[in-house]
């Protein structure tokens, strides 16, 4: 069989991940071993993983996150009175599939940012549907519940 061919439609099709893991399975001796069933599994296994990959950093690229941090990065030690149970709720996402809101406040200097993007980070990593907001002053929202939508006016 002519590889060669297969190869460049298989760059034609903008399938990489396939084409990757047919270079990787002809450079393997012991891939002769496996049926053409496991050996075209193991191909379309390597293409979705790529395909995922590829939608995971694309989305973290636009969501231009100024630190890569990630929720297993947490330093409770540090006095910011961050609950762990709290934090590992955060990160399930489950706060969005159930509509609510996250507020994060506190004192100046504290380090609001980075407890505020792990759970957004999360989101992003399990694909569900996400929106952040920073607000620029705190005179923006004097009071935490006027940004809820429920909120009685």
Not at 72 to 82: N, Q, W
Request: net charge positive.
């Amino acid at each position: 069989m002519l590889t060669h061919p297969t190869l460049d439609k298989l760059q034609t099709l903008r399938l990489t991940g396939m084409y990757q893991a047919l270079i990787e399975q002809r450079q393997v001796p012991d891939m002769a071993a496996l049926t053409f069933e496991e050996r075209l599994g193991l191909l379309v296994d390597r293409e979705l993983t790529e395909r995922e990959n590829r939608r995971l950093t694309t989305r973290l690229r636009q969501a231009k996150l100024r630190q890569t941090a990630c929720i297993e990065d947490i330093d409770y030690r540090h006095p910011r009175g961050l609950d762990k149970a709290l934090m590992a709720r955060l990160a399930t996402c489950q706060w969005v599939r159930e509509h609510h809101n996250v507020l994060i406040t506190g004192p100046t200097g504290i380090g609001k940012p980075q407890p505020g993007n792990y759970p957004y980070r999360s989101q992003i990593i399990t694909g569900t549907h996400h929106y952040r907001y920073r607000s620029p002053s705190p005179t923006v929202w004097p009071d935490p519940h006027a940004c809820r939508r429920d909120a009685p006016q």
